[in-house]
C-alpha cells in the first residue's frame, strides 16, 4: 500500500496541475488581460456624470468636455520636446517633471501628463497629435456649474491619488472622483459606469483590430441624475445675505427633514475648481486658515448654543416635573449661584414663570430650573446622565446620520465628564449651573440647531436632515423617512411654543417680525473668545436665532449663527426673517432688513484676530459692499417695474 501511495500523490498531482495549465491557456483567457501584453491595448471611455438639480428641477450642475494629454513612458521615440513644449506652454522643466513622475506610476501603463484640455488647447495638439508618439488624448468630463453659489453643498471633481487607487481598484491613474458635498457623498450613483475596450495592435505598435472581435468589451454608462432637496433661491439669497459676515445658515422642512438650505460663510465660486487652475486655486483657498472658505460652518463648527439651549432645559425640566407652566422664580435682574458669582439678567425682573422666561429669555428661572433638575436626585451624576439622555433624544451629541461626508457631533455633557472635572469635589447644580443657558460645556453645529427646532415644530419628533430628495431610478435610503421620537411627552411641547410664539410679539425680536407670517423663535448670544499671542482674549459675543413659521403646521425651521455677531436680534434674527419671508412668500417686505444686511459687514471684527492679513483675491467678486449695493439697487428697480405693472393693469 504504501509503496502505491506516493506514485499516486505524484500522479494526482501531476494531474491537477495540467488539467488547470489546459483551463488557464486555452480555456480561460481572461488572464491574458491583465497582463502587460504588448499586443493588447486597452483604451478606456469615461461617462459623464449625472446631472445635479435642487427641489424644483432647477438644474445646478451639468457637464462640460474636458481632455487629458496621455503618456506612456516606454513608446516616447523621436520627440521633438521644444515643438511640444511650445505646443503646450510649458517648460523643458515641467516635462521632465512629468515625465519623471509618468515612469515612477509605470513606464508601461498610461498616466495623465496634462490633464484638463480646453477646446481650443485640444484642438491645436490633436492637429500635431501624430508627430508625438508615446502620447494619447483622452475625453473626459468636467464639472460645469450652472450658478455661482452652493460650493460646499456640491463639492467639487478631483483627480485619484495612489492611496484612493490602492482602496478602490475601480479607479485608474487620471480619473476623477468627487471630493466633499453631494459629489462625495453619492459618487457611485453620479459617476457611472466606464467602458472598456482591448485592441489589438501589430509589432509596430499600430491598432489592427478589436481582441476576440470585442467579447470582452463594455460600453460606457451614464452617471444617474440627483435632485437635491435644496431650494437654490434660498440657498442663493442665504449666501448674499452672509456676505462680509462668518458662519452658517441651515434651513429645514420640518415634516420630512429635507435640507432646503446649507449656507456657510465665507465661501467660493464653485467655478474656480475646474480646469487647468484647479489645484492652484485649491491650495489658495486651503492656505486661508483664518476666513477657512473651505470650512463647512454649517456642519462642522461647534458652538456654544447660547439662550436657544433654554427651550430644551425647559422640556426637560417639565418632562422630569421640577417645574410647570405656574411654578415661578424670582429674578432680580440676575442670578446668585455661589459666593462671588452672579449670572446677569436682561429680563424686567419680579415673579418669572415659564412663558415669560421663554420670550423675555430669563436667566434666573431657567437656571433655577436646572438646579432643581440636577439636585432632584441624591446622585447627580445620575441626573446628569438623564439629562443628557433626553438631549440625545433630539439627535444632539451625535452625527445624527445625514448624508453629507462631514460633520461634528458637537458635545452633550456627562456625569463621567464631571467626575473627573471635579474629582474630590461635590459638585451639584450650581457647579454646572451654565449648561441651563448654553454656556457651559454644551456645544453644538448649526445644523443640530435647525434639527431641535425642526423637533420643537414637529412637537417631539424629527426625521434625519437629509439632502437628496430623488435619485433617478433609485429610491431614497429609508432612514429618512424613519420618524425619531424624543423622550419628551408631547404635551410639554404647546407651552414651549407659545412662549416663542411670544418672543416676536413682547419679547427678545419684538419688531424683527414679517407680516402675514406667525413665526415662533428664540433669540441666542453665545461668547465668545479666542488665543491671540498665547493669551485669552474676550472678543465680540457671536448672534444667534432660532426659529419655524408658520406656528401650526410648520415649513421650515431655521438656524442662524453669525461669528462676532453682537446679540441675536442684531444679525442673526433679521436675516432668520428675511430667509423665512424669502421661503414662504417668495418676495421680500422688510426692505430695511434686507437692505441692512447685504451691505453690513463685520470684517473689522474679524480683523481683530490677525490684524496683518491680506485679503485673497480668490473670493468671488460678489463677496463686496459694491456687490451687495449693486444687489439692492438691482431689487429697488425690479420693485418699481412692478408696480408700473401692477398700475398698467388697473389703468
Known sequence: MRKILLPALVIITASLLLIRLFYLQVIDDSFKLQSDNNAIKINYTYPERGYIYDRTGKLLVANQPSYDIMVIPRDIKNLDTVQFCTLLNITKEDFIKKIEKAKVYSPRLPSVFLPQLNKLEYAGFQEKLRRFQGFYIQKRSLRDYQVDYGANVFGFITQVNEKMIEKNPYYKGGDLIGKQGVEESYEDILRGQKGVKYVLRDKFNREIGSYKSGKYDTISKQGQDVTLTIDAELQKYGEELMINKRGGIVAIEPSTGEILALVTAPSYDPSILVGRQRSANYTKLYKDSIAKPLYDRGLLAEYPPGSPFKILTGLIALQEGVINDSIGFNCRHGFSYARGRFMRCHCSGGRVQLHRAIYQSCNTYFSSAYIKLINKYQDHGYAVDLWAKHLKSFGLGDFMGYDLPTGRKGKIPNSKLYNKTYAGWKWDGKTIVSNAIGQGEVLMTPIQLANFMATIANRGHYFTPHIIKKIEGTKIDKRFTTKHNTTIDRKYFDPIVSGMFDVYNHGTASGLGAVGIEICGKT????????????????????????????????????????????????????????????????????????????????????????????????????????????????????????????????
Open 524 to 651: 441666542g448670544t453665545a461668547e465668545n473668545f479666542a488665543k491671540i499671542n498665547g493669551k485669552r482674549v474676550k472678543l465680540q459675543d457671536h448672534s444667534i436665532f432660532v426659529a419655524f413659521a408658520p406656528k401650526d403646521n410648520p415649513k421650515i425651521a431655521i438656524a442662524v449663527f453669525v461669528e462676532n455677531g453682537y446679540w441675536g436680534a442684531r444679525w442673526a434674527g433679521p436675516i432668520t426673517t428675511l430667509m423665512i419671508e424669502k421661503y414662504l412668500n417668495k418676495k421680500i417686505s422688510r426692505i430695511d432688513f434686507e437692505k441692512r444686511m447685504l451691505t453690513g459687514s463685520l470684517k473689522s471684527q474679524y480683523d481683530k484676530l490677525l490684524p496683518q492679513r491680506q485679503q485673497d483675491s480668490i473670493f468671488r467678486k460678489r463677496d463686496s459692499v459694491d456687490f451687495a449695493k449693486k444687489r439692492i439697487d438691482s431689487i429697488a428697480k425690479q420693485k418699481k417695474a412692478t408696480i408700473k405693472n401692477d398700475s398698467t393693469k388697473t389703468n
